[in-house]
């Protein structure tokens, strides 16, 4: 009898360490009541981490997609329920490897991501704002979809949009067009006349300290104060980055990735756990990161 009970120990303790479950941390979700919530809260290195507890698979979007120019649909296979929406859009002159990296890494935490080229690499904010509405229309069609690999995945109610650079702009200009739960302008650049002093989705904006393409006094900065202090919002800068600060390739990742998946499962899937990765963190502390701010309060 205790040979038998010290083996279904010893195994118990084996099955913790193959399981997926070692992302879980201590702290377990006490309100799961929306169905949004999903897992135990993680710890800040495994949401740095380049992948998130769940597996992820592709489906590649044709370049004739109506609206955009295609892309990849990144979504998880196993995180139960139905997954908010995301889309990233790249900026003037790229294409999608300059932002896919964040497809999988959100997909792995629960969402279902779409990564996109544009039209043409010369389209303006206001137009790629327009192609991330499409992106985001094509993977509803596809969750509607039986022959679909979404079928049934995707939740139409909870999107959130990402985008680099141009994109970036186009993310803000969609968030004055459409009811989005949940914004993050990259490195943004916007010209001329605006409306995002009526924005409000919460937003996270990234800026690259060292940006000499949209420098930050005259893009990232000023569009995070023309949003009223009454969204929530929050502001992070990069130390020395340049304007590619967060593109795929690039050292911040990590940094970017634990800010970006923590902030779509604050506003996308509404899991209040994670506040204390968005607020208290003691940014200005960090060499990496040269400015932080929010509006915590808020939230």
């Known amino acids: 009898m205790?040979?038998?009970?010290?083996?279904?120990?010893?195994?118990?303790?084996?099955?913790?360490?193959?399981?997926?479950?070692i992302f879980a941390a201590t702290v377990a979700c006490s309100d799961c009541s929306n169905g949004f919530q999903r897992g135990t809260l993680p710890r800040v290195d495994q949401l740095e981490s380049s992948r998130g507890p769940y597996s992820v698979k592709t489906s590649n979007v044709s370049v004739f997609a109506r609206g955009f120019g295609g892309g990849t649909i990144h979504y998880s296979t196993d995180s139960g329920g139905q997954?908010?929406?995301?889309?990233?859009?790249?900026?003037?002159?790229?294409?999608?490897?300059?932002i896919k990296w964040w497809g999988p890494r959100l997909a792995s935490w629960?969402?279902?991501v779409i990564t996109i080229n544009t039209n043409t690499i010369y389209d303006q904010p206001n137009?790629?704002?327009?192609?991330?509405?499409?992106?985001?229309?094509?993977?509803?069609?596809?969750?509607?979809?039986?022959?679909?690999?979404?079928?049934?995945?995707?939740?139409?109610?909870?999107?959130?949009?990402?985008?680099?650079?141009?994109?970036g702009g186009g993310t803000l200009k969609l968030a004055t067009d459409r009811d989005i739960d949940a914004i993050i302008p990259q490195a943004p650049w916007y010209s001329g006349l605006n409306s995002f002093s009526r924005i409000t989705t919460p937003t996270m904006v990234i800026a690259c300290?060292?940006?000499?393409?949209?420098?930050?006094?005259?893009?990232?900065?000023?569009?995070?104060?023309?949003?009223?202090?009454?969204?929530?919002?929050a502001f992070f800068e990069i130390a020395a980055g340049s304007h590619f600060c967060g593109n795929?390739?690039?050292?911040?990742?990590?940094?970017?990735?634990?800010?970006?998946?923590?902030w779509m499962?604050?506003?996308?899937?509404?899991?209040?756990?994670?506040?204390?990765?968005?607020?208290?963190?003691?940014?200005?502390?960090?060499?990496?990161?040269?400015?932080y701010k929010d509006t915590c309060n808020t939230y």
């Open 2 to 21: 205790k040979f038998l009970i010290k083996v279904n120990f010893i195994l118990s303790i084996f099955a913790v360490f193959i399981s997926p479950q």
């Open 83 to 98: 997954q908010g929406i995301i889309a990233v859009i790249p900026g003037y002159v790229s294409y999608e490897s300059s």
């Open 110 to 112: 629960g969402f279902t």
């Open 127 to 167: 137009s790629r704002a327009n192609q991330l509405s499409a992106a985001i229309d094509y993977v509803i069609d596809k969750g509607n979809d039986r022959s679909s690999p979404i079928y049934g995945l995707v939740d139409p109610e909870r999107v959130g949009v990402i985008g680099w650079s141009m994109g």
């Open 209 to 233: 300290q060292a940006d000499a393409v949209a420098p930050v006094a005259l893009h990232a900065s000023i569009f995070y104060n023309q949003i009223p202090r009454s969204t929530p919002k």
């Open 248 to 262: 795929s390739g690039y050292p911040n990742e990590d940094i970017l990735g634990r800010n970006g998946v923590a």
């Open 265 to 291: 499962k604050r506003f996308i899937d509404n899991d209040t756990r994670y506040n204390q990765f968005l607020c208290g963190q003691n940014f200005d502390r960090s060499l990496r990161v040269s400015d």
